[in-house]
């Protein structure tokens, strides 16, 4: 779906401002609940906060766990999020995929329905304090997967992750009712899913329909019934937003091109739109280079780490450690898309910091 150039422009300033990638949250709580949720994966979850808030620490996202301000879920896609504590039961509610589904599951990792449920008081003995997967492999000694039966857990809401590593996904397991205090909180999955699409539009719009469903996960008959009740209008061509959001949206101004914002892996705008509905963001021709492929069509579309000049996509990047080194490989999408060099360097400098890297090295390859 190819918008005109002048509403693609102003799709542009709007997402990017109301993803707050003008960095005007004034801290990671805020952030996380104005777009509902983050990849939890590191360092996908801190990077994202990192490019949307005015201050961020290495301890932040560590701080706002021990304090119990967000949590780990599966819910869009089934794909495990950062969200906060607050929001986290309707986000559940609305995305949770049916637990009879799991069977595929169970015999892949040589358990069957008695075994798993024989399995769960448990693991749940072992995780009243925070506990890694493979002490709970070491503590219960079975034949078949074990990480499979704690996924699963988690799956229930009978189980949470908690980071450590900000570069790194070393996961640790606890069991929610020791964490907490108590179950997370039941929700109504119709009115949940109905709170998800309106969040969703105030954080992605405008947006179409098709769009809300490949964000979520849902069918497109649900997306289109939880939608049905929200106070919409058509911006052009099936792109909704909020009544309330038109008149705004109809006078934003367009971001300066000297404006840049480094997003990881996974970013939340990124994979914020199906795969035919990311031209504010980046030219079709230039998706199978900010995206993952699977043969010649964008399908799953994971979203790689990427360079934003006013906006639009221009290169995507890299990086690796070496000892405290950071080494960032950047890839311009055109010749002329690479920014002065200065530029990168200081947004790399500042990611490199908060992974605890001591030096940051920045090498920019030919277009392709």
């Given at each position: ?15 990017y ?6 960095r ?8 996380l ?28 996202i ?32 609305a ?36 506990t890694?997967?493979?002490?709970l ?29 900000l570069r ?5 397991y ?25 969040s ?6 405008p ?8 964000w ?50 996974w ?10 509905g ?5 030219p079709?021709p ?9 043969g010649?069509a ?14 639009r ?8 450690f ?13 010749p ?8 990168v ?24």
């Open positions: 779906m190819t918008q005109p150039p002048d509403l693609t422009q102003r799709l542009r300033a709007w997402s401002r109301r993803q707050l990638l003008d005007t949250a004034l801290d990671p709580a805020e952030a609940r104005h777009i509902i949720a983050v990849y939890s994966t590191h360092p996908t979850a801190p990077l994202s906060l990192h490019c949307r808030t005015a201050s961020f620490a290495p301890q932040d560590a701080e706002l766990e021990q304090r119990r301000e967000v949590v780990r879920i599966p819910a869009m896609r089934g794909s495990i999020f950062l969200a906060p504590l607050e929001t986290a039961a309707r986000l559940a509610a995305t949770r995929r049916p637990l009879e589904n799991v069977a595929p599951n169970l015999r892949y990792a040589g358990l069957d329905p008695a075994g798993y449920a024989a399995l769960k008081p448990r693991i749940l003995a072992l995780t009243q304090e925070p890694t997967a493979d002490a492999k070491r503590a219960i000694p079975i034949e078949g997967r074990l990480t499979t039966a704690v996924h699963l857990m988690a799956r229930e809401g009978l189980l949470l992750r908690l980071g450590s590593s790194t996904d070393n996961l640790r606890v069991a929610t009712d020791a964490w907490l205090g108590r179950p997370l909180d039941e929700a109504d999955p119709t009115d949940s899913l109905r709170w998800l699409a309106e969703y539009l105030r954080a992605f719009g947006a179409r329909v098709a769009d809300f469903a490949w979520s996960g849902v069918p497109i008959r649900r997306a289109r019934e939880a939608l049905a009740g929200c106070d919409l209008v058509d911006v052009s061509a099936g792109l909704l937003l909020p009544a309330n959001q038109h008149d705004v949206f109809a006078a934003v101004e367009p971001i300066p091109d000297d404006t840049f914002s480094l997003l990881p892996k970013d939340a705008y990124t994979m914020g739109h199906a795969p035919d990311r031209q504010r963001l980046i079709d230039h998706l199978g280079k900010a995206f993952t492929l699977l010649k964008v399908t799953a579309g994971d979203g790689l780490p990427l360079l934003l000049r006013g906006g996509a221009v290169a995507s990047w890299s990086h690796r070496a000892g405290d080194r950071m080494l960032v490989t950047v890839k311009p999408f055109a002329d898309a690479l920014p002065a060099l200065l530029h360097e200081r947004g790399f400098d500042e990611v490199g910091r908060l992974l605890g890297a001591a030096h940051v090295e920045v090498v920019a390859v030919a277009a392709g």
